[in-house]
């Protein structure tokens, strides 16, 4: 049991820098800084003010649950079920006329699946608001 908990500590440090640049990367994107403009020195200071956000905020919360349910409600319904359906319908659309009569008509079919997504992820979603009220 000790060893898998130094398994699981190891693995945590190791994968939180590369989670980290992804997100650094992303709030710069949305930041919409020029790639000119991002210097070693910014990215530096971007990362110590993220790194200070972070750890105040996980300082300050003490029960992750809600969190956990809530994202895994929305977040993951969205990435399980409604992405891939929206995508696959964009792809069938940019084919056009050379796209076959089944790839059609499974396109519009896939509006069911992606809405079987949205509706577990508000009744997910429910869920986890009710157990704050708990």
Sequence with gaps: MAFSRIAVAISIVFSYPLAFVGFRDGVIDLLKIPAGKRTDTKLNQ????????????????KDLSFLLSFAGATLGNALIYVFPAVMFRKAIKDLGESATAGQKIEAKGILGVAGLGIGMGVVGAKMAL???SK
């Design 130 to 132: 009710k157990s704050l």
């Design 46 to 61: 971007l990362t110590i003010i993220l790194l200070g956000i972070i750890t105040a905020l996980a300082s300050k919360v």
